[in-house]
């Protein structure tokens, strides 16, 4: 009876000395990343990279600081091999980038292009097959545009990539985006 009891307490003594270290460590990284990020999204705003670029390089980033972040905390704690398996999903992540081969692939590639293409910006309204609004972010997979009923769609960057689009209206001020909305809103 003792050998079970010894068994089962001698890896939680083992890993409980660690646990304040790794909760300061999963802090301090949170403040790092958002941190990092933010000053990462101003610079870009400085830089006037495309607000769509912008999106997707702050998404693939975020992904990618986490990440690193819990393969870290998993070496604190021990786990070595759960922290080599956690950083190998970013080297998967790159071989999935390098060879195309999913969907979630082509929706990151047809954003970084659609992200690049002038004729396609945050605050222009657009319509792509049934769907017709002012594009209200675009992200690593997906762009939402927010239609005139204020229903928001959806569209994975490859649809609209491969679809095309028709630009309606190019961008309009941010005031007039948020008059638009509160109209939509208020009726």
Same mark, same amino acid.
């Given at each position: 009876?003792?050998?079970?009891?010894?068994? *089962?307490?001698?890896?939680?003594?083992?890993?409980?000395?660690?646990?304040?270290?790794?909760?300061?460590? =999963?802090?301090?990284?949170?403040?790092?990343?958002?941190?990092?990020?933010?000053?990462?999204?101003?610079?870009?705003?400085? +830089?006037?990279?495309?607000?769509?670029?912008?999106?997707?390089?702050?998404?693939?980033?975020?992904?990618?600081?986490?990440? %690193? =972040? *819990?393969?870290?905390?998993?070496?604190?704690?021990? *786990? +070595?091999?759960?922290?080599?398996?956690? !950083?190998? !999903?970013?080297?998967?992540?790159?071989?999935?980038?390098?060879?195309?081969? +999913?969907?979630?692939?082509?929706?990151?590639?047809?954003?970084?292009?659609?992200?690049?293409?002038?004729? *396609? /910006?945050?605050?222009?309204?657009?319509? +792509?097959?049934?769907?017709?609004?002012?594009?209200?972010?675009?992200?690593?997979?997906?762009?939402?545009?927010?239609?005139?009923?204020?229903? %928001?769609?959806?569209?994975?960057?490859?649809? =609209?990539?491969?679809?095309?689009?028709?630009?309606? /209206?190019?961008? %309009?001020?941010?005031?007039?985006?948020?008059?638009?909305?509160?109209?939509?809103?208020?009726?």
């Amino acid at each position: 009876m003792n050998y079970i009891v010894t068994r *089962f307490w001698d890896p939680i003594l083992n890993y409980l000395p660690k646990l304040p270290f790794v909760v300061l460590g =999963l802090v301090i990284g949170y403040i790092i990343i958002r941190i990092v990020l933010s000053v990462l999204k101003n610079t870009l705003k400085y +830089t006037k990279v495309p607000k769509a670029l912008s999106g997707i390089i702050i998404s693939m980033l975020t992904i990618i600081f986490w990440v %690193l =972040l *819990f393969g870290e905390m998993a070496r604190a704690l021990g *786990f +070595t091999s759960i922290a080599i398996t956690i !950083s190998g !999903s970013l080297l998967v992540l790159g071989l999935a980038l390098a060879n195309g081969a +999913t969907t979630l692939t082509s929706d990151i590639i047809s954003g970084v292009f659609l992200a690049k293409d002038e004729d *396609f /910006e945050v605050g222009f309204r657009v319509k +792509t097959g049934d769907v017709e609004g002012v594009i209200q972010k675009v992200d690593i997979r997906k762009v939402r545009i927010v239609a005139d009923d204020g229903k %928001l769609h959806i569209v994975p960057n490859v649809n =609209l990539d491969k679809n095309g689009w028709v630009v309606l /209206e190019r961008e %309009l001020k941010d005031d007039e985006l948020k008059l638009k909305n509160f109209i939509r809103k208020s009726s």
